[in-house]
């Protein structure tokens, strides 16, 4: 595969806008990407690729690492009824119990800033807590580990209605 | 020239959206029923009038993954007027503080094109700010709007 270069010009960094993470809020047949990250000011992708290291009899250190396992948290996801991703993952998860259905969510990852995206067919999503402070804003952090078949593609924007169409790299 | 950008400095809200706030800020402030004239726009008359200045330009309170953000509008309302007595001086900052906490209290009703209103607040109540020679005084109550874009 050839490497994906980076869309911006050199010498510019990259807006942390260029990457969003979306969560399928219809069906697998017809998904309905829904943004994750709404009011979130900080969050990454974290990637655990389970690494190893070794040192043989003549002195030379071997490492060897796995395919990574990617989680990633957003938080305080303050609830919103406009913000269809929270109010899906609000009724399975604190409505609903539905600890089956959380651990098989269909997420997308959007690499703007590179032209490509990742989609992983069935991810965990935790929600870890439902609250906050006195005089703030309902909250409900998530954690999620990206999961399933992971299918690459490319994804388009309608100009008009802003949805997201994933179109899977042939 | 030190010119090293620190987290410290606030970062300032999009051109656009700052014009657009302070005018909807203020045809927003003239719907007020109470208010003892027109609120101008960092204009006064040298006798009589209201105005609203902005204190400093608006800035990002925060900023989120996906672009959007929180920000904070400060504004001065100012009222000036001549008044003859105590009792006229006092009532000028109670007429400002009757304003100020409409304003408060009917933040929801105060739209700005591409932003949601948070909340409005102050920290103080109105005062008496400055004295002319011709007796007119300009007696003020600071706002604090935070909105946010998505």
Redesign the interface.
């Known amino acids: 595969m050839a490497d994906k270069t980076f869309n911006t010009p050199a010498g510019q960094t990259i807006a942390r806008e260029q990457l969003i993470a979306y969560l399928n809020t219809g069906t697998a047949a017809n998904p309905v990407w829904s943004i994750l990250g709404t009011r979130v000011e900080d969050s990454s992708a974290e990637y655990d690729w389970n690494t190893s290291s070794k040192r043989d009899i003549v002195g030379k250190t071997h490492g060897s690492m796995r395919k990574p396992i990617v989680t990633q948290s957003f938080e305080p996801c303050e609830l919103d009824s406009g913000e269809t991703a929270l109010v899906y993952l609000y009724n399975r998860a604190i409505v609903d119990q539905d600890a089956q259905a959380l651990a098989h969510q269909d997420l997308l990852i959007v690499h703007g800033y590179a032209g490509w995206a990742e989609r992983y067919a069935s991810s965990m999503v935790e929600v870890t807590s439902l609250g906050g402070e006195g005089g703030g804003d309902l909250g409900m952090p998530i954690n999620v580990t990206y999961g399933g078949t992971r299918t690459l593609g490319t994804v388009s924007v309608d100009s008009q209605t802003g949805a997201i169409t994933f179109t899977p790299d042939a | 020239m030190d010119t090293t950008i620190t987290n410290t400095e606030r970062r300032t809200v999009d051109v656009d959206i700052q014009i657009a706030a302070s005018r909807a800020i203020r045809a927003w402030l003239n719907t007020y029923s109470d208010k003892p004239a027109t609120v101008g726009m960092e204009y006064l008359p040298d006798d009589y009038g209201m105005t609203l200045t902005v204190t400093e330009t608006p800035y990002k309170l925060?900023?989120?993954?996906?672009?959007?953000y929180?920000a904070a509008y400060e504004c001065d309302l100012i009222y000036r007027t001549i008044p003859v007595n105590d009792d006229e001086r006092m009532t000028a900052d109670e007429t400002l503080n009757e304003m100020a906490n409409w304003a408060v209290q009917n933040a929801q009703s105060l739209t700005i094109d591409g932003a949601t209103i948070k909340k409005i607040s102050r920290q103080a109540p109105a005062l008496l700010s400055a004295r002319y020679s011709n007796g007119a005084e300009d007696h003020t109550v600071h706002l604090q709007i935070i909105f946010?874009v998505?």
């Open positions: 925060k900023s989120y993954i996906g672009g959007g929180l946010e998505k």
